[in-house]
């Protein structure tokens, strides 16, 4: 491999590693975890995550983590949510909102449209930007930290996704924790494939 590449790769491996440990620490966390635990696993109602674009392809793996994992979710998408997919929204549910700039219109929209809804609807927002329109609309805001994109021209969403990926892994990883989801529970939401295989053999 031609060092000039090689040291080009890790530069961007060291930007991505540094945004990650920059991630913002903040007792919100542990709000959310309580919250979503609350309306989902008290008071049986589903989290929805949206987003557009690369957000909301961040917002579909999330929903699809958190049903695998024993807290029922799914993805609503915010155009689609003005077509009568709205729908969807019931009174316990519980929203996870995703726009890096905090300015995503048809997020923005979504909400209005959704406590229109459900008036006491509760949102949670990952952002790098607590002061824009969904920050400031967020009953939680978590915060990316903002770190530059490792795009070469600063705009694609690169960085920026990966921050917003992690975030939703922590909290599954936590909420898993909180429910006490073991082996036996991945079980059975996994009947095919490798890890159904795996977490099968791993309850016996």
């Known amino acids: ?8 790769i890790k530069n961007i491996l060291e930007h991505e590693a540094k945004a990650l440990l920059d991630i913002p620490i903040t007792e919100t966390y542990e709000e959310v975890v309580n919250i979503i635990v609350e309306a989902v696993h008290h008071n049986g109602g589903k989290l929805i995550t949206s ?12 929903a699809t983590t958190f049903s695998s994992t024993g807290t029922p979710a799914c993805f609503l998408h915010p155009s689609e949510a003005q077509h009568g997919d ?5 009174d316990n549910d ?26 006491h609807m509760k949102f949670i927002v990952i952002t790098s930007n607590p002061q824009s329109a969904l920050g400031l ?3 939680y805001c978590l915060e ?28 599954v990883v936590e ?16 009947h095919g494939g490798y890890l159904g295989s795996k977490s099968r053999d791993q309850s016996k």
């Open 1 to 8: 491999m031609d060092v000039h590449f090689e040291e080009d």
């Open 51 to 62: 987003g557009m674009g690369k957000a909301g392809q961040i917002a579909l793996n999330i």
């Open 86 to 90: 709205l729908g969807i929204i019931r």
């Open 94 to 119: 519980i929203m996870l909102l995703l726009s890096n700039s905090g300015q995503t219109k048809e997020i923005v929209q979504l909400i209005k449209l959704t406590l229109g809804l459900v008036s």
């Open 137 to 139: 609309k967020a009953d």
């Open 144 to 171: 990316t930290g903002n770190p530059p994109e490792v795009c070469p021209l600063g705009l694609t969403p690169t960085t920026s996704t990966t921050m917003m990926t992690v975030i939703g892994d922590i909290l």
């Open 175 to 190: 909420i898993m924790k909180r429910i006490g989801f073991t082996c036996q529970d991945y079980a059975k939401r996994h």
